[in-house]
């Protein structure tokens, strides 16, 4: 009896202290975040400044800024957005409305992998398809590489928001006797649309800190620059040079303009679970 | 995808044509001499990769189980969330982030800890600077923790819950009730870890920022080292005559195919358990 006794209350044990184990994990997991976190708010904040904000990079000891940088990152996400956000929509209805043949299914398989290829990947394969030909970097090639990394993740987010929209729906408009086309543009879109636009920001979010792809595509640039066939400053690019670079004074500069960009893609992030959770 | 392969093949042509197979198992990389052989890099990706899984992989079983088995759906949510904001943290963040704070932490403690202890291995011996494979690869698990964390908690959520019932009607306690989930999305959970290993293989800035970009085959973790990615991102802008660019290509192809296929398995594995439990 007592030898049963004893097996129950280690089998109780060994079960508290796997569940002790885990939430341990877990808190383990949030601390990292805060701990990141509070670093880039406590050593950003003490070095931030309106001057910064919009000044241009300059020689150390002068000041400078990452203005040029902000505009750049700005210009180039425009950019993917422009050719990413039509591209991977369609894409994305057509995998949802009229993807269920061995077309679709490629192109779904296709997608996902793409979402899982290294983003230097991508900016290597810019760099021999618009770089070399053009001759030198530019905002172009920079914003098409954020535009190929968005273009699947805004096709399957679009995809899996779209098929939430109730069969129910496209019957009802079928039996009225819309044509299919009507039906995907006036009911089914509509309705997938605010699903359709976080997927879009989730994407912006993930393009705005991308660093890799943007390195010898678009460059870098320490000047204002309004063109796309000039090589851009942005503002992850930016971050990685003052971060690596020997100074103080950069390493300061490479935190402020951490909290700018982690700030953006959080404000981002949580505006997102915010309007989601609404819905659902 | 088909026009990417083709251009990096058609980019490639000429290291390929210059040292065949010799470029993958070479250990000598000198640009200046036009000597490329890519084995340092390979090396340097799969070890930091192994490192970032082992500690990752419990972390992130640990965090999905905790979600999904144990917490209440009060905490667990607000929990989940946070976990996917740091999946949301820039890669050159997590470098400037560890270049800072992580490499002094490795450098100051953790290393001198690792040395006292266990330095009878070759593994924790040399130069303690911060910068090296053990901080890329403790980077890296940072980074693809809240990946795997994800994909393991869609896969536990997918086990029909009369499991856990029958389990615990049984009499088994919460933890052996778990076990049994586990068994049966062992072959999930599988393909969530290799999915976290293809990010792992690809990732690039914070890596290259954390790791010393160093061409050499170190038995130390403590010794800087390089991985295929650093080695694209660190070099790339400056590659101006055709052979250097074309090797560089070259094992950005192989890092290309290397992670489309553990990325595909990956896939296979995953939806493969969807469906058994749907069925």
Redo the contacts between chains.
């Keep these: 009896m007592s030898n049963k006794e004893s097996l129950h209350r280690r089998r109780k044990l060994v079960s508290s202290l796997m569940t002790t184990i885990t939430a341990a994990c877990a808190v383990f997991a949030i601390a990292v975040l805060l701990i990141i976190l509070s670093y880039i708010a406590v050593r950003g904040l003490s070095s931030i400044s309106l001057q910064f904000l919009i000044d241009t990079p300059k020689p150390v000891g002068e000041g400078g800024g990452i203005g040029n940088a902000i505009l750049g990152s700005v210009l180039m996400t425009l950019l993917a957005c422009v050719i990413g956000l039509p591209i991977g929509i369609g894409a994305g209805v057509y995998l949802a409305e009229f993807g269920e043949n061995l077309f679709g299914k490629t192109v779904r398989f296709l997608a996902d992998t793409l979402i899982g290829v290294p983003s230097i990947i991508i900016g290597i394969f810019i760099y021999t398809l618009i770089v070399l030909p053009m001759g030198r970097q530019s905002g172009l090639a920079g914003g098409l590489a954020l535009a190929i990394i968005m273009i699947p993740i805004v096709a399957r987010t679009t995809e899996e928001m779209i098929r939430l929209v109730p069969n129910s729906m496209r019957e009802g408009a079928l039996a009225l006797g819309a044509p299919q086309w009507r039906v995907t543009w006036n009911i089914v879109l509509p309705a997938a649309s605010t699903g359709i636009a976080t997927g879009a920001m989730l994407a912006i979010a993930r393009i705005s800190g991308e660093t890799a792809p943007l390195l010898f595509t678009a460059l870098n640039s320490r000047f204002y620059n309004y063109f796309y066939d000039q090589p851009m400053a942005s503002l992850t690019v930016q971050i990685f040079n003052y971060a690596t670079g020997p100074f103080d004074v950069e390493h300061r500069m490479a935190w402020a303009a951490t909290l700018i960009l982690i700030t953006l893609i959080l404000a981002i992030n949580i505006l997102v679970r915010f309007l989601t959770r609404k819905r659902f | 995808?088909a026009?990417?392969i083709f251009?990096?093949v058609?980019?490639s042509l000429p290291t390929i044509k210059t040292f065949g197979l010799n470029f993958l198992i070479g250990r000598e990389w000198k640009p200046a001499e036009s000597v490329f052989g890519a084995l340092p890099f390979i090396y340097g990706t799969i070890v930091s990769s192994i490192i970032a899984l082992i500690i990752s992989v419990?972390?992130?079983?640990?965090?999905a189980?905790?979600?999904v088995?144990?917490?209440p759906k009060k905490i667990a949510t607000p929990?989940a969330?946070?976990?996917?904001?740091?999946a949301?943290?820039?890669?050159?963040?997590?470098?400037?982030?560890g270049?800072?704070?992580l490499a002094p932490f490795v450098r100051d403690y953790l290393g001198v800890f690792l040395e006292k202890y266990l330095g009878w291995l070759p593994l924790f011996q040399g130069r303690l600077t911060g910068i090296g494979m053990l901080t890329g690869g403790i980077i890296l698990a940072?980074m693809i923790?809240?990946i795997i964390?994800a994909v393991v908690r869609d896969i536990l959520e997918v086990v029909p819950t009369q499991q856990r019932e029958a389990a615990l009607a049984l009499g088994a306690?919460?933890?052996?009730t778990?076990q049994i989930v586990l068994g049966n999305a062992a072959s999930g959970i599988a393909g969530a870890v290799i999915?976290g290993l293809?990010?792992a293989?690809?990732?690039?800035?914070a890596v290259t920022?954390v790791i010393g970009n160093s061409p050499q085959i170190s038995a130390s973790l403590f010794e800087p080292a390089y991985t295929i990615?650093s080695v694209?991102?660190a070099n790339?802008?400056e590659a101006t005559d055709e052979l250097y660019l074309s090797a560089?290509?070259e094992i950005?192809l192989v890092?290309?195919l290397v992670?489309?296929v553990?990325?595909?398995f990956a896939?296979l594995l995953v939806s493969r358990v969807g469906k058994r439990m749907h069925a």
């Design positions: 995808m026009a990417m251009m990096m058609w980019n419990p972390l992130s079983l640990g965090i189980i905790f979600l088995e144990q917490a929990i969330f946070m976990v996917e904001l740091l949301a943290i820039p890669s050159v963040v997590y470098g400037l982030w270049i800072f704070v940072l923790t809240p964390t306690t919460k933890w052996e778990t999915l293809g990010r293989l690809g990732e690039t800035m920022m990615a694209l991102a790339f802008a560089l290509i950005g890092l290309f992670t489309f553990v990325n595909a896939k």
